[in-house]
């Protein structure tokens, strides 16, 4: 009878948030405090919230299928190692990333006519996402405080007069650690090329502290355990975190190392 309720419920919820997304575009983003478990039915109905928001509900079940699976492609929210032996090998906040890379939403040209930075400066993280996608490069106008679409080609113009008018060690070459690797290769290329190895990415804005003190403390940046290591180990410590909720991928593995 529980599953039946719970069930019932996470049917309810479907239809509550379906209320919610189609009466309220740009909803406020808000923060709850729960005994509810991290995973399970709430992930889901937040996962489809996100895709529903985005007007793509039903490329949940695609994004499911396919996230982290052998052939296909893996989630940008994090670089949990792939087994591809899960029928669902993927989180909420996973799903809530690849709802935000798949949106049809566009930030367009009427947009930033519409708003001023000083007003966009107000918004939230949250609101901002929800605006969709940039799909041209755009330039800052001081004199009317907006940003303005313009051509990839003064786009290019205009960064390549300024790389050329500066010293290589002047330049910093800033990209998203959700980027694949293939485009993160050729970007680090280019940037070597023209003279400068100063690529900070957002991986680095989130690691470098603790990078730092793992060097420090045990000689090493970064992890040094395999996956396998989970089923070999006989003592996995957690300290300082709460992967069910802030690593949720990595759950399953603990869960199943004393059996």
């Given at each position: 009878?529980?599953f039946?309720?719970r069930?019932?419920?996470?049917?309810?919820?479907?239809?509550?948030?379906?209320?919610?997304t189609?009466?309220?575009?740009?909803?406020?983003?808000?923060?709850?405090h729960?005994?509810?478990?991290?995973?399970?039915?709430?992930?889901?109905?937040?996962?489809?919230?996100?895709?529903?928001?985005?007007?793509?509900?039903?490329?949940?079940?695609?994004?499911?299928?396919?996230?982290?699976?052998?052939?296909q492609?893996?989630?940008?929210?994090?670089?949990?190692?792939?087994?591809?032996?899960?029928?669902?090998?993927?989180?909420?906040?996973?799903?809530?990333?690849?709802?935000?890379?798949?949106?049809?939403?566009?930030?367009?040209?009427?947009?930033?006519?519409?708003?001023?930075?000083?007003?966009?400066?107000?918004?939230?993280?949250?609101?901002?996402?929800?605006?969709?996608r940039?799909?041209?490069?755009?330039?800052?106008?001081?004199?009317?405080?907006?940003?303005?679409?313009?051509?990839w080609?003064?786009?290019?113009?205009?960064?390549?007069?300024?790389?050329?008018?500066?010293?290589?060690?002047?330049?910093?070459?800033?990209?998203?650690?959700?980027?694949?690797?293939?485009?993160?290769?050729?970007?680090?290329?280019?940037?070597?090329?023209?003279?400068?190895?100063?690529?900070?990415?957002?991986?680095?804005?989130?690691?470098?502290?603790?990078?730092?003190?793992?060097?420090?403390?045990?000689?090493?940046?970064?992890?040094?355990?395999?996956?396998?290591?989970?089923?070999?180990?006989?003592?996995?410590?957690?300290?300082?975190?709460?992967?069910?909720?802030?690593?949720?991928?990595?759950?399953?593995?603990?869960?199943?190392?004393?059996?």
């Open positions: 009878m529980n039946y309720r069930i019932r419920r996470a049917s309810a919820d479907f239809y509550l948030c379906y209320r919610q189609m009466t309220n575009k740009h909803p406020i983003a808000r923060i709850d729960t005994n509810d478990p991290a995973g399970g039915f709430g992930s889901l109905r937040a996962s489809f919230q996100a895709f529903r928001r985005q007007g793509i509900p039903l490329k949940l079940v695609e994004s499911f299928a396919k996230t982290n699976k052998p052939g492609f893996d989630c940008p929210g994090c670089a949990f190692p792939d087994k591809g032996d899960a029928l669902i090998d993927s989180c909420e906040q996973g799903q809530k990333a690849i709802a935000w890379e798949m949106t049809p939403q566009l930030a367009d040209t009427e947009f930033f006519a519409a708003h001023p930075v000083s007003e966009l400066r107000d918004w939230s993280d949250f609101a901002l996402e929800n605006q969709g940039l799909a041209t490069p755009l330039l800052y106008d001081r004199a009317t405080d907006r940003y303005r679409p313009i051509a080609e003064q786009a290019f113009g205009l960064i390549g007069a300024t790389l050329q008018a500066i010293a290589p060690e002047r330049a910093a070459f800033y990209a998203s650690g959700r980027s694949s690797n293939e485009a993160a290769f050729l970007w680090q290329l280019a940037a070597r090329a023209y003279g400068s190895a100063n690529l900070p990415d957002s991986a680095n804005l989130c690691h470098e502290p603790s990078g730092f003190a793992m060097k420090e403390s045990i000689g090493v940046g970064k992890g040094t355990a395999t996956l396998d290591d989970f089923e070999t180990a006989e003592l996995i410590m957690t300290i300082g975190q709460n992967p069910a909720s802030n690593h949720p991928r990595s759950t399953p593995p603990r869960v199943a190392a004393p059996r």
